[in-house]
């Protein structure tokens, strides 16, 4: 693609930029902030965690209380492929990470565990206020577009376009294709 146009001068350089500011793009800056690396989250949206809001809409599901191979086995065909990322962060550490921000939990009738008080919105700004201890910046309305030939990434935004070429990019745009 031209890239003619896009502005590179005085543009912040991140060592990892990450694409995508729903629940994975925020756990990988929270990851690599905690580590003391340098991270800009990119997002379409005007606002961080669009979907992980609405999730909680009806009651945010964190995870399930049933025994971890029963748990693993909800996943069917996908768990040996899951297996690494499951074994890093399994259940009782999702509910640990979630008190840990400050968020009570309690197991439904049905084994299911929420927060208290059902809604994303707490965790969410409880989180942000996390990653703002660490060296992580959001750049919001950006819609990466792609990559150029010279391998940078580039972005539209609304005041100016943008094209940076990061160590390494994280790619966290959510499931499916044209959702937004
Ligand atoms: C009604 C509803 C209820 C749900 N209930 C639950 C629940 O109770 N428990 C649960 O665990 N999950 C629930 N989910 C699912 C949960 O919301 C998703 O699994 C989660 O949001 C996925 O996170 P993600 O970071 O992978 O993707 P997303 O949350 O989709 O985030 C991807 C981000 O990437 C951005 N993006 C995409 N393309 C671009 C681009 N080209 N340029 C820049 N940015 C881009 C998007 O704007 C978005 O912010 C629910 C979902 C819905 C819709």
Redesign the pocket.
Same mark, same amino acid.
Not at 123 to 143: D, I, N, S
């Given at each position: 693609m031209d890239t003619l146009g896009y502005i590179t001068e005085n543009a912040v350089v991140p060592d990892v930029a990450i694409?995508?500011?729903?629940?994975?793009? *925020?756990?990988a800056a929270e990851v690599l902030g905690a580590a003391g690396i340098c991270v800009a989250v990119?997002?379409?949206?005007s606002s961080?965690?669009?979907? &992980?809001l609405?999730?909680?809409?009806?009651? *945010? $599901?964190?995870?399930h209380s049933e025994e971890y191979s029963l748990f693993c086995s909800r996943y069917g065909g996908y768990q040996h492929a899951l297996r690494l990322s499951l074994e890093y962060m399994p259940p009782n550490e999702i509910i640990n990470w979630v008190h840990g921000l400050g968020i009570t939990t309690f197991v439904g009738s049905s084994g299911r565990i &929420?927060p208290e008080m059902m809604k994303?919105a707490p965790l969410l700004r409880a989180w942000l206020r996390r990653l703002a201890g660490y060296k992580v910046e959001f750049y919001l309305r950006?819609?990466? *577009?792609g990559w150029d030939s010279q391998g940078c990434l580039y &972005?539209e935004h609304p005041n100016g376009n943008l094209v940076i070429k990061p160590k390494v990019t994280v790619l966290? *745009?959510?499931?499916a294709v044209g959702? $937004?």
């Amino acid at each position: 693609m031209d890239t003619l146009g896009y502005i590179t001068e005085n543009a912040v350089v991140p060592d990892v930029a990450i694409i995508g500011a729903g629940p994975a793009g *925020l756990m990988a800056a929270e990851v690599l902030g905690a580590a003391g690396i340098c991270v800009a989250v990119y997002d379409a949206m005007s606002s961080v965690g669009r979907k &992980f809001l609405r999730a909680g809409i009806g009651g *945010l $599901n964190i995870t399930h209380s049933e025994e971890y191979s029963l748990f693993c086995s909800r996943y069917g065909g996908y768990q040996h492929a899951l297996r690494l990322s499951l074994e890093y962060m399994p259940p009782n550490e999702i509910i640990n990470w979630v008190h840990g921000l400050g968020i009570t939990t309690f197991v439904g009738s049905s084994g299911r565990i &929420f927060p208290e008080m059902m809604k994303a919105a707490p965790l969410l700004r409880a989180w942000l206020r996390r990653l703002a201890g660490y060296k992580v910046e959001f750049y919001l309305r950006h819609r990466w *577009l792609g990559w150029d030939s010279q391998g940078c990434l580039y &972005f539209e935004h609304p005041n100016g376009n943008l094209v940076i070429k990061p160590k390494v990019t994280v790619l966290a *745009l959510g499931g499916a294709v044209g959702q $937004n």
